[in-house]
Every structure is written in C-alpha cells, then in structure tokens.
C-alpha cells in the first residue's frame, strides 16, 4: 500500500470538473445533456491569438522562457494594468503562470502551515479551502450573504483577523455568485488593514473584464498603502475564451516576486513559450470579440436570471459580474447536491451544488450561463419539468 502524506486527505477537489466528467459520459452514453455546470466561455479563443502561437511555433519559439515569462508578456501586462486598473507596476513584480489557479496554489504554500489562518470567501472557488486545508492552516470562511449581493461586508472580514491571520482572499467579481464587492466597502477593508500590517491580501481579480450595468472594477492594486502586501491574480483564461491555453499572471509585492519564482522553477519552469506570445497578442490586438462576448453574456444574464425567478421555489438575484447565477432553491424543499445530481441524472442538465463552494452553499446552485440563450430556456424549462414532476 502506498503511504501517502496526511496532507494529501486534506486536499479537497472542484467539483465542475467531476460533474463535467459525469455530463460526458451521459452525452457519449446518448442522453441530451445541457452543460450549465462548467465555467468557461463558449466561444472559440480569437483568430488574431491563435494566430500569433502557430506563428511563434513557426519562428521557433520552442524553448524554455524565463521563470517569471518573457520581457515582452510582462511588459504588455503591465500596460494593460495601466489601461484597466490605472495602476504603475514594475514588469519586474509580475510572473506569468500556467493559468490563474497556480497563483492561488503559490500564495497560500507560501503563508498556510499548522498554527496560521486563511480567510477566504463562503461560498467561494472550492480551490482556496482546499488548499488551505493542504497546508495544515486554518480555514476561516469569510461569509457571504445574498442580502447583500454576496460581497463581504468589511467590517466582517476585519472581525475574523486574528493574530494568527496571515492572508485574506477576496474574489470580486466571484465565483460563484457573480456578486460583485462595492468600492466604498473595498475602501473601507483597505483602510481596515492599516491595524493589521501582519496580513496579506491574495485578490482574485479573474473576472475583472466581466462586469455588467456599467458597473467599474476597483482592484486591491489602487491602495498604494498595501501594495507590499497584495498579491493580485488575473489572466487569459474568462476574458479571451483562453482556459484551455493555461495563461495567467500575478502581480507580486516586492518582497514575494523572488518567492514566487523560485516556485515556478521549482514547479514548472515556465508557461509554454507559443502560449505567451499569444498572450501579448491578445492583450495588444484589437479587444472586439472580448468586448463582443461581453455583451453576449449580458443578454443571457438576463434571461436567464428572468427565468430562474419563474421557477418555483427558487429566487435569484442579478450578478454584477462573471458568468454564473447562483439562485436561492430553499423553496423547493431539496438540498443543493441531490438538486444537481437529478437534474443531471433525470433530466439531462449539468449544474453544480451551491455545497460545492462551502459550506455557506447549502441552499443554492450555480448555473453557468456561458452557454446559448436557446440552450439556457431549453434547460430552464426542465428544471421546470422536473420540479413539477415531483
Ligand atoms: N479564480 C476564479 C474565481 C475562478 O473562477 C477560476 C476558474 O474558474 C480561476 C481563478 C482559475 O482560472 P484559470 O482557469 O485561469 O486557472
């Protein structure tokens, strides 16, 4: 028998990639499955990237690249920080990584063991508490509230820093609520760290891109104040239909970009050189189809969050950003996993349990809207179907 490290008991999973696995095997089984479950967009990456990897195949770009990326990746990053976010950063303070999820990997190895503590949100992306539990620190769910549109309050978030806190990660917009966190509340937690200069910030800025009703991103990189101790992920992967190229960035304070590479080093060398001169063509070329599949998931913000308030017993409030629903389904009298195990089982859509974000969950699934409008009616009516059913 293999005797595995303790650790590994500990680490937990994401479950679209299993329910994803499930609605496979029912579409090769021949059941019409509607994959409302995993969060990708649904269109194709833009020509004008696709284009510069085959062309950086074809001038030879096939070697290992630097640990932190090449010059020119960094480069473009830190301008289009400057374009969204207003912010001056260093090329220097940013490693390009093989998606956004490493960077979440990396930070909480380099602040979780026994004896510390991570705040991070409930319901949030299942990967923070997993990893949290990895590391032997102790997860502490930040609670989010849909009275509240699902951001934090602030002033909660501060209540849960203890001395033993040395990082809070905060997703705005989030997964997988689509709940979007308020300026003056971003305001007010940064300002609320002034008293705790012993913890760090991991801000999961993934769907910065994807805001709705005019609705402007504040990033944790405006509070110059904080900026030795934030650590800010984005990437490729929602904003240029890029999940599977696996391309991200994070933006390092000073004294961490030196960690953070060495983890790479020791990880994975480097993001796949073709890979990154895509990346730079997507962050210079023309923004059309990023722009155009906003707009796209906008209209089916809409009907889908019409829709889902017609079903009965649930209730949805409209996300500011991302793309995901996350609706309250109490009344239905059914728990969020044995939700989403039927309707995949018995009536053919993929969706996934609100449980599978934590333990805050319970009571709401998530539905990915990254998906056809026609796809997203045809999946609502069965739900409608198979609630009415029962
Ligand atoms: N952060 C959040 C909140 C996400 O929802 C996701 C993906 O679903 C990621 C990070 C990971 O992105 P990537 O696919 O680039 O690793």
């Not at 820093?161 to 937690?189: F, H, Q, W, Y």
């Amino acid at each position: 028998m293999p005797q595995l490290v303790d650790a590994m008991a500990r680490l937990g999973t994401e479950s679209a990639f299993e329910v994803l696995a499930r609605a496979n095997k029912l579409a090769q089984e021949g059941k019409d499955i509607i994959n409302l479950g995993i969060g990708q967009p649904d269109f194709k990456t833009p020509d004008h990237i696709v284009e510069a990897a085959m062309r950086a195949m074809r001038d030879g770009h096939h070697g290992y690249t630097p640990a932190n990326g090449i010059q020119l990746l960094r480069e473009a990053v830190s301008v289009d920080i400057l374009k969204h976010r207003d912010c001056v950063i260093d090329p220097d303070h940013i490693v390009i990584m093989p998606g956004g999820k490493p960077t979440m990997f990396f930070a909480v190895l380099m602040f979780g063991q026994p004896g510390t503590e991570i705040i991070y949100p409930n319901p949030g992306f299942p990967i923070y508490e997993s990893v949290i539990k990895f590391t032997g620190a102790k997860p502490v769910p930040m609670p989010l509230h849909e009275e509240n549109g699902f951001s934090f309050s602030a002033d909660e978030v501060l209540g849960l820093i203890t001395p033993k806190t040395r990082l809070i990660i905060i997703n705005s917009p989030a997964n997988p609520t689509g709940g979007t966190v308020p300026k003056e509340e971003m305001d007010k937690l940064a300002a609320g760290l002034d008293e705790h200069p012993h913890v760090c910030v991991l801000s999961d800025e993934i769907y910065s891109r994807m805001l709705y009703d005019d609705r402007e991103h504040t990033s944790m990189l405006e509070y110059e104040h904080l900026r030795d101790r934030v650590i800010m992920l984005d990437g490729w992967s929602k904003t240029y239909a890029m999940t599977g190229w696996r391309l991200g960035y994070a933006v390092w304070p000073e004294d961490l970009v030196e960690h953070a590479t060495r983890l790479a080093i020791n990880c994975h060398s480097c993001v796949n050189a073709p890979t990154q001169y895509a990346g730079i063509a997507a962050l210079q070329g023309p923004q059309d189809d990023a722009y155009a599949m906003l707009e796209a998931f906008d209209e089916r913000r809409r009907v889908i969050v019409s829709e889902l308030n017609q079903v009965e017993g649930f209730r949805c409030i409209e996300p500011g950003g991302a793309f995901y629903a996350f609706p309250n389904i109490e009344g239905t009298g059914m728990s969020a996993k044995a939700l989403q195990d039927q309707l995949l089982e018995e009536a053919g859509v993929a969706i996934i349990a609100g449980t599978s974000f934590g333990a805050q969950g319970e009571g709401y699934v998530r539905f990915s809207y990254a998906n056809s409008t026609e796809n997203i009616r045809e999946a609502i009516r069965r739900v409608r179907e198979f609630l009415g059913n029962r």
